[in-house]
Each structure stands twice: as C-alpha cells, then as structure tokens.
T-cell receptor, first 113, second 111 residues
Framework: KAGVTQTPRYLIKTRGQQVTLSCSPISGHRSVSWYQQTPGQGLQFLFEYFSETQRNKGNFPGRFSGRQFSNSRSEMNVSTLELGDSALYLC????????????FGPGTRLTVL | TQLLEQSPQFLSIQEGENLTVYCNSSSVFSSLQWYRQEPGEGPVLLVTVVTGGEVKKLKRLTFQFGDARKDSSLHITAAQPGDTGLYLCAGAGNYGQNFVFGPGTRLSVLP
C-alpha cells in the first residue's frame, strides 16, 4: 500500500504571495491532518479534515486554510506569506477520526524570501 | 490543554551505549506514539502503545507506557549510528481531539 504523498517537496516563495500544498493520504484513510514544523516551535497542529469537513483547528491565523476532497485528498493554502511561515509542512493520514495511529508524508519544505 | 514534555532535549552518545528517553505529561492519553524523524523527512512511526503498563519491543528498542497512561519511555540497547535522529512522542486524546506532540529528543550516535 502506498504511503502518504505530498507535493511539491520543495517550494520557494516571496513575502506576500500565496501557496497551495497538496497531500494524498494512504488509500482508505479518511482523516488528514496538517502540521507545521519549525526548529523553534517543533511540530504544531494546523487542522484536521475528515469526510471533507474540518474537525479540529490549531491556533494559527486565518491565512492558513485547507480543504479536503471526496477522494480524501487534501490541500492546504497559505495566503499573504510571511518570513515566519518558512517551515516543513507535514501531512498525516489515519483511518478514522478518533485517536488512532497516524502516518506522515515526507513533507513540503517551504521557504519564504 | 494537553502538553507533552520530553527529556533529554539533546543526547550524544558513543556507538554501543544504552540510553533512555522520556515523554511525560500531566494528562491522560488514550494512546501514545513514538516516531523517529531524519532531517528533511517526515516522522516515521515506530510504535503505538495503548494499554497502561504496556511494554513493546522492536529489535533493540523497548517502549513502555506508564500505568496511568501519562508517560512513556523509549530505551535503546547498544545504540548504532543508524539510530541517530529526532525522537518524537505524540499523545492521542479523546474522540475528536488532535494529536499532541512533544518537542522531541535529538539523538546523535557517534561511531
């Protein structure tokens, strides 16, 4: 079974631009979560989608948004990029909504100049 | 708010030594996962522990979940350079709650 895939793997943007990241979960998994990882803050939860609905949201500004499609694939969008948005963005999928094992993708490294 | 602490934050040891890293919280978790992450990659799941007091072994790695399901430890026997990485613990809360991650223990095993 294929693992979680994320595209693109690397991205360079400038301040003020917007970016869309994509995540394809493991086949059969319906929950997709997004995390931001930085050296200073560690792994921070952004949001979780299940059956095309946002179920949980972390403490991030409204510039960070996401959506999930009927095939469980998910996208994350960041508008009006700031230098501090430079990070590794990780997607994780799991089979069901309640506490269960989640599997991570390789991440998208976003650099904002 | 559920928080996880990990100790030590950094650990540098020689090949062949044993080590233990800890993951602690004041909150109860329904399950706890350990991950290893290498630079530029996503965390790779090592183990999930669910039952209080549970001990799981994965080759040279031994994982224990505390009786009260608030803490966990990871013991590595005869560490090897391939064990180098960032070790993260993550707790799963109740239904509908997201995973909480600890800050990680960065392990360096020198040959």
């Amino acid at each position: 079974k294929a693992g979680v895939t994320q595209t693109p793997r690397y991205l360079i943007k400038t301040r003020g631009q917007q970016v869309t990241l994509s995540c394809s979960p493991i086949s059969g998994h319906r929950s997709v979560s997004w995390y931001q990882q930085t050296p200073g803050q560690g792994l921070q939860f952004l949001f979780e989608y299940f059956s095309e609905t946002q179920r949980n949201k972390g403490n991030f500004p409204g510039r960070f948004s996401g959506r999930q499609f009927s095939n469980s694939r998910s996208e994350m969008n960041v508008s009006t990029l700031e230098l501090g948005d430079s990070a590794l963005y990780l997607c994780a999928s799991k089979w069901r909504l309640e506490g269960d094992t989640q599997y991570f993708g390789p991440g998208t490294r976003l650099t904002v100049l | 708010t559920q928080l996880l602490e990990q100790s030590p934050q950094f650990l540098s040891i020689q090949e062949g030594e044993n080590l233990t890293v800890y993951c602690n919280s004041s909150s109860v978790f329904s399950s706890l996962q350990w991950y290893r992450q290498e630079p530029g990659e996503g965390p790779v799941l090592l183990v999930t522990v669910v039952t209080g007091g549970e001990v799981k072994k994965l080759k040279r790695l031994t994982f224990q979940f505390g009786d009260a399901r608030k803490d966990s430890s990871l013991h590595i026997t005869a560490a090897q350079p391939g064990d180098t990485g960032l070790y993260l613990c993550a707790g799963a809360g109740n239904y509908g709650q997201n995973f909480v991650f600890g800050p990680g223990t960065r392990l360096s095993v020198l040959p």
